[in-house]
């Protein structure tokens, strides 16, 4: 596989974004424009007179026609400006990127964790198929599937929490500490800083609402890996292997594995875009202050800018994932090319 | 592919052992925490994040309970009680003609950027708030247009002009007497803040909040938590008595007990009543209730056919019961409501008992108005809790159930929250479910904004209620500064309003609180003002 073709095909999915890129805006623009409800109003709250809901809509540019307001927007967009949030008149880059930062760090973990467990567990269970070692896992990753993650946020932290008191059940980290911020990632951040106890408790912090968050992309991996294998295990070079004398978790783990990989990639890319759209429910349990969050509170306080822009930029990190994991492809499966 | 997978294997090994070392750790309590043990920090847990931190642009309690600790008011309520106190005003005389108030102000006081305040500090406050032409006027301050009826060059304005007595007196001066003046400066929104800062930011308050407080603005991370900490030169010796005041949101209730039981923070708003029972049981933590200065009621519409008989509303309102609901929905942290005033405000009327349950009677009063049969209707339930309708859904479905008996089919219907309210507030709604925390103690917040005709909307008048009597006792009410004469003119009113029904008050909730036993001297402020001032921490 020569490098030009891959930088073809990269520099041709960079350029699709664009045509996608308008269309979510577009969309985005029409829906948060059809929906009743006025920023002007939540902003200024029960007690606000029509009088003074009126002039903050002029200031807030809400009372110009809407083909303006969009153009106003996308020109802001194409000059690179996220613009600035209705509510705090503070810029949304400015806002977002530490959202952004706690969410992608969650993601990490979540991921971490839901690639570890789950691709052994699938692969577990591929090679026992069939006996106890298969149906147990297998059963609870489909309870896994099915869990609602408030609750199992509530109990993880019922259970390592209050009951065990292994771990923390809130936020980035203590409240009583402020990290000095540079990055916005904590795990970067404390350790730029030399301040190894704060890293630690930064992981502590982490580990909770990871295992909740990974709790459901968990258990996909663990199914799409469980059926991948199966398939591969078939073929006849598995069979050689074992013929050659192999030993059997090579057999399964190199042979195996390597092979059956490639579905699984697009599920843990799929699942990795999903995340770091921001998880509200887990970000809400866990005190934890996600771009999920952001953009949840955004549509609260119906702040157009924040709710467009935010939008906006997880759906081009959610391109740029699946890019990266069709990229990811023809490492996996060398006959994988692109053109 | 080798390398990928050595490289993979060590990063996941690497991760695997950070996850059984955490889980196999046997330090319970965060390492940070032993650290800061010299230190006094409180952490207070809270559903929502500051918007704002410009104290007079604020239109909600979030933002509002950080800025009161930060920014101090003139005068402010004893906490817990619904009695006026002086703050950054040592006295108030109101003139013998009731068109000005004097405030004799605190001496020797300073902002946090160590500028002076005194009577300039409070004129240029107040000129921003007021005048539109003001440099740093820049925003809305619609609770003040809403207070004080307009701005500088409206018609409708209460407010004459301000004016600099001496360096520590200011004058106010009133186009006609305003009853609520004096308490409406309880509210945040007059807090006074650093006119020097606000020059240097020009106008902004993007990262800063300069005023007098016992706390000095540190820090706000959105979403996230707003620190502050202890003003070294604040003015009573002694307080505060905690180095460090955050503010911490956690959204969900039951996650916010569960960090309060683990000690990740200190004290916690909004207790869900189901769990008051059970938290009484712990002996680390506490529980406060305070007196209740809100309302959760069912609006009828009285535009609307058949809610524009008042027979219909009485009907309904005869098939209520109010103590169900209480036992039901706010596991009895709530008081059965009478009129839309709670129990413990001075405008009360005691007369009154709230309508009885009586099916038969209902049934006759919507004979009479022409619906011997029932009818069909909606009922909108808000989309979110809050502290007066904990469980909106719930009861909702209590009611319906209750007004089933009399023939009255209602089908509930409900909107996400904006949307709920701009079509509420709209008249749009048959009968819905609404409520109101009042900011101070005076009558006039819950009856004007409630029971005053008007005809602009969005209103809060969401029964779109118009009773010219009604109209006249609470106009005049706001003239009179007699209280004891004002109390009897919201006392008739709230006779008229009891017999057109346009809403059925049915409760006046008291909100809990819970804290770790660590925590002295809290009293929760029941309106507006510090609470933090005096909180310690003990061992």
């Known amino acids: 596989m020569g490098c030009k073709p891959v930088i073809r095909y990269t520099a041709r999915r960079i350029f699709q974004l664009i045509p996608v890129l308008f269309g979510v805006s577009i969309i985005v623009f029409a829906i948060i424009n059809l929906i009743p409800g006025d920023p002007a109003q939540v902003i200024l709250?029960?007690?606000?007179?029509?009088?003074?809901?009126?002039?903050?809509?002029?200031?807030?540019?809400?009372?110009?026609?809407?083909?303006q307001q969009?153009?106003?927007?996308?020109?802001?967009?194409?000059?690179?400006?996220?613009?600035?949030?209705?509510?705090?008149?503070?810029?949304?880059?400015?806002?977002?990127?530490?959202?952004?930062?706690?969410?992608?760090?969650?993601?990490?973990?979540?991921?971490?964790?839901?690639?570890?467990?789950?691709?052994?567990?699938?692969?577990?269970?591929?090679?026992?198929?069939?006996?106890?070692?298969?149906?147990?896992?297998?059963?609870?990753?489909?309870?896994?599937?099915?869990?609602?993650?408030?609750?199992?946020?509530?109990?993880?932290?019922?259970?390592?929490?209050?009951?065990?008191?292994?771990?923390?059940?809130?936020?980035?980290?203590?409240?009583?500490?402020?990290?000095?911020t540079i990055t916005h990632f904590y795990l970067i951040d404390t350790l730029l800083a030399g301040n190894y106890e704060q890293?630690?408790?930064?992981?502590?912090?982490?580990?909770?609402?990871?295992?909740?968050?990974?709790?459901?992309?968990?258990?996909?991996?663990?199914?799409?890996?469980?059926?991948?294998?199966?398939?591969?295990?078939?073929?006849?070079?598995?069979?050689?292997?074992?013929?050659?004398?192999?030993?059997?978790?090579?057999?399964?783990?190199?042979?195996?594995?390597?092979?059956?990989?490639?579905?699984?990639?697009?599920?843990?890319?799929?699942?990795?875009?999903?995340?770091?759209?921001?998880?509200?429910?887990?970000?809400?349990?866990?005190?934890?202050?996600?771009?999920?969050?952001?953009?949840?509170?955004?549509?609260?306080?119906?702040?157009?800018?924040?709710?467009?822009?935010?939008?906006?930029?997880?759906?081009?990190?959610?391109?740029?994932?699946?890019?990266?994991?069709?990229?990811?492809?023809?490492?996996?499966?060398?006959?994988?090319?692109?053109? | 592919m080798k390398k990928l997978a050595i490289k993979t294997s060590v990063v996941l090994l690497a991760a695997l052992l950070a996850l059984t070392g955490c889980s196999s750790g046997s330090n319970p309590s965060d390492k940070s925490s032993e650290k800061s043990a010299s230190e006094k920090i409180l952490v207070v847990g809270r559903g929502g994040d500051t918007v704002t931190l410009d104290p007079?642009?604020?239109?909600?309690?979030?933002?509002?309970?950080?800025?009161e600790e930060v920014v101090e008011t003139l005068v402010t309520y004893k906490k817990g009680t619904s009695d006026l106190s002086p703050l950054l005003a040592k006295s108030w005389e109101v003139s013998p003609d009731k068109l000005s108030v004097t405030f004799k102000l605190e001496e020797n006081v300073k902002f946090h950027d160590g500028t002076p305040f005194n009577a300039d500090a409070v004129v240029f406050n107040f000129e921003r708030w007021w005048d539109p032409n003001h440099p740093y006027h820049q925003g809305t301050f619609s609770i003040f247009k809403t207070d004080m009826g307009g701005f500088k060059g409206d018609d409708s304005t209460v407010i004459e002009g301000i004016e600099k007595v001496d360096d520590h007196t200011v004058r106010v001066k009133l186009k006609h007497p305003f009853a609520p003046f004096v308490a409406m400066l309880t509210e945040p929104q007059y807090g006074i803040v650093s006119p020097e800062s606000l020059k240097k930011s020009n106008g902004q308050f993007k990262d800063q909040l300069i005023g007098t407080g016992a706390f000095q603005f540190v820090s706000w991370t959105p979403n996230d938590k707003v620190v502050l900490k202890k003003n070294p030169e604040y003015r009573v010796p002694g307080f505060p008595k905690v180095d460090q005041l955050i503010f911490q949101v956690i959204k969900d209730n039951s996650?916010?007990?569960?960090?309060?039981?683990?000690?990740?923070?200190?004290?916690?708003?909004?207790?869900?009543?189901?769990?008051?029972?059970?938290?009484?049981?712990?002996?680390?933590?506490?529980?406060?209730?305070?007196?209740?200065?809100?309302?959760?009621?069912?609006?009828?519409?009285?535009?609307?056919?058949?809610?524009?008989?008042?027979?219909?509303?009485?009907?309904?309102?005869?098939?209520?019961?109010?103590?169900?609901?209480?036992?039901?929905?706010?596991?009895?942290?709530?008081?059965?409501?009478?009129?839309?005033?709670?129990?413990?405000?001075?405008?009360?009327?005691?007369?009154?008992?709230?309508?009885?349950?009586?099916?038969?009677k209902a049934k006759q009063l919507l004979a009479e108005a022409g619906y011997p049969n029932g009818f069909q209707t909606e009922l909108w339930a808000m989309p979110v809790a809050r502290p007066y309708m904990p469980q909106p859904e719930k009861i909702a479905t209590a009611?319906?159930?209750?007004?089933?008996?009399?023939?009255?089919?209602?089908?509930?219907?409900?909107?996400?929250?904006?949307?709920?309210?701009?079509?509420?507030?709209?008249?749009?709604?048959?009968?819905?479910?609404?409520?109101?925390?009042s900011a101070t103690w005076d009558p006039t917040t819950m009856m004007y904004t409630h029971h005053?005709?008007?005809?602009?909307?969005?209103?809060?008048?969401?029964?779109?209620?118009?009773?010219?009597?009604?109209?006249?006792?609470?106009?005049?009410?706001?003239?009179?500064?007699?209280?004891?004469?004002?109390?009897e003119m919201y006392k008739k009113a709230q006779e008229i309003i009891y017999q057109d029904a346009p809403i059925n008050p049915l409760v006046h909730s008291t909100p809990v609180r819970a804290a770790s036993a660590r925590v002295a001297n809290y009293v929760p402020q029941v309106t507006y003002g510090p609470q933090f001032t005096d909180v310690d921490l003990t061992n």
């Open chain 2, 56 to 67: 007079a642009q604020s239109t909600e309690d979030e933002s509002n309970r950080v800025t």
């Open chain 1, 199 to 339: 890293f630690w408790s930064s992981v502590r912090h982490l580990i909770l609402p990871a295992m909740a968050l990974g709790t459901i992309p968990m258990a996909y991996i663990a199914r799409m890996t469980r059926s991948s294998m199966l398939e591969v295990l078939k073929h006849d070079y598995v069979r050689t292997a074992r013929a050659k004398g192999l030993h059997e978790f090579f057999v399964v783990y190199k042979h195996g594995l390597k092979n059956a990989f490639a579905p699984v990639m697009t599920i843990i890319g799929l699942e990795v875009g999903r995340l770091l759209g921001g998880a509200v429910l887990t970000e809400t349990i866990f005190g934890w202050p996600g771009v999920g969050q952001y953009i949840y509170n955004a549509i609260g306080y119906r702040d157009y800018a924040v709710i467009q822009s935010g939008i906006l930029v997880l759906a081009v990190i959610f391109i740029v994932v699946n890019l990266i994991v069709d990229l990811l492809y023809s490492y996996l499966d060398p006959r994988i090319q692109y053109k």
């Open chain 2, 255 to 360: 996650a916010r007990l569960n960090a309060l039981k683990s000690g990740q923070i200190d004290l916690m708003e909004g207790v869900n009543p189901s769990d008051v029972s059970s938290l009484e049981k712990l002996p680390n933590l506490k529980t406060y209730t305070s007196a209740s200065n809100n309302v959760g009621y069912l609006s009828f519409n009285t535009k609307q056919k058949p809610f524009d008989d008042p027979r219909v509303r009485q009907a309904i309102s005869m098939t209520i019961d109010k103590q169900a609901l209480i036992d039901a929905f706010y596991y009895g942290q709530a008081e059965p409501a009478v009129t839309i005033l709670p129990s413990g405000s001075w405008g009360f009327n005691k007369e009154l008992k709230t309508y009885p349950v009586d099916i038969e």
């Open chain 1, 70 to 180: 969009y153009g106003n927007y996308l020109l802001n967009i194409l000059q690179g400006d996220l613009g600035t949030s209705l509510v705090t008149g503070k810029a949304i880059s400015e806002e977002l990127l530490p959202h952004l930062a706690a969410t992608a760090e969650l993601t990490l973990f979540a991921m971490i964790f839901a690639v570890i467990v789950g691709v052994n567990v699938g692969i577990v269970s591929a090679w026992k198929r069939n006996t106890w070692i298969d149906y147990i896992p297998m059963l609870l990753a489909l309870v896994g599937v099915s869990m609602p993650i408030f609750w199992l946020g509530l109990m993880e932290q019922w259970l390592f929490g209050l009951q065990l008191e292994w771990l923390p059940v809130l936020g980035r980290n203590d409240p009583r500490v402020t990290v000095e």
């Open chain 1, 45 to 67: 709250g029960e007690r606000a007179d029509a009088e003074s809901i009126q002039k903050l809509r002029h200031e807030l540019g809400l009372d110009l026609p809407l083909y």
């Open chain 2, 452 to 487: 005053r005709s008007t005809d602009s909307v969005p209103t809060n008048n969401i029964s779109m209620y118009k009773n010219p009597e009604v109209d006249k006792l609470l106009d005049d009410a706001l003239q009179e500064p007699d209280q004891e004469k004002r109390a």
């Open chain 2, 399 to 437: 009611l319906q159930a209750s007004m089933k008996q009399i023939g009255v089919d209602a089908k509930i219907v409900s909107f996400e929250w904006a949307t709920y309210l701009d079509k509420v507030q709209s008249g749009e709604a048959p009968m819905a479910l609404l409520g109101w925390s």
